[in-house]
């Protein structure tokens, strides 16, 4: 059964500061990949995805995440964060030919000015 | 550009009643979805359904059933609601093999 961890429940960062956001995935095959962030009270919007093909995969608002066959991750990157990215990110998994997405637990990202 | 609708952001229900979440995408998706949100648990599958009339359970189903009717609308019904009910509902769709679009949300408070 696929099965997908965010190991950090709440992260805080400096303005300006570096960010990596964790996920390591459980899937037999070559999975389909998600990060989705979700400001306070809405849905979730996706930030980026990976299906196949360059394993750094670019997103919107600066975003970056890597996938690593051999660590079962794709954590997320930004080199500078803004106030603005205060929210919660999920990562998902998916797997070809299946309706569904797997999701992980969430982490929370605080942003200090 | 793509659109998921809940018809309500917020709802406070007494227990016992019947509730009926409704969820309308313009995309012509074939799979939807309801997702339980709650703090610290992430996004649980309640059901989904991948075409008209047809429906799987997810992770979480007790206490709750759907209706699948017409392509584009996917309902969530609680048939008697109950105070360990109150979350976030989630209602998404997707193609086979995409990314999923959320809807903004319906905070539901059972009392």
């Known amino acids: 059964a696929q099965s997908v961890t965010q190991p950090d429940i709440h992260i805080t960062v400096s303005e300006g500061a570096s960010l990596e956001l964790r996920c390591n995935y459980s899937?037999?095959?070559?999975?389909?990949l998600f990060w989705y962030v979700q400001s306070p009270g809405q849905g979730l919007q996706l930030l980026l995805k990976?299906?196949?093909?360059?394993?750094l995969v670019q997103g919107i608002k600066g975003f970056e995440a890597e996938f690593k066959r051999s660590q079962s991750s794709f954590n997320l990157r930004k080199p500078s964060v803004h106030w603005s990215d205060a929210a919660e990110y999920f990562c998902?998994?998916?797997?070809?030919?299946?309706?569904?997405?797997?999701f992980g637990q969430g982490t929370r990202l605080t942003i200090n000015p | 550009d793509v659109k998921v609708t809940q018809s309500s952001r917020y709802l406070v229900k007494r227990t016992g009643e019947k509730v009926f979440l409704e969820c309308v995408q313009d995309m012509d998706h074939e799979n939807m979805f309801w997702y339980r949100q709650d703090p610290g648990l992430g996004l649980r599958l309640i059901y989904f359904?991948?075409?008209?009339?047809?429906?799987e359970k997810g992770d979480i189903p007790e206490g709750y059933s759907v209706s699948r009717e017409k392509k584009e609308r996917f309902s969530l019904i609680l048939e008697s609601a109950s105070t360990n009910q109150t979350s976030m509902y989630l209602c998404?769709?997707?193609?086979?093999?995409?990314?999923?679009?959320f809807g903004q949300g319906t905070r539901l408070t059972v009392v």
């Open positions: 990976y299906f196949s093909g360059d394993t």
């Open positions: 998404a769709s997707r193609l086979w093999g995409t990314e999923a679009f």
């Open positions: 998902a998994v998916g797997a070809q030919g299946a309706q569904k997405l797997v």
């Open positions: 359904s991948y075409d008209v009339k047809m429906k």
């Open positions: 899937y037999g095959a070559t999975p389909y």
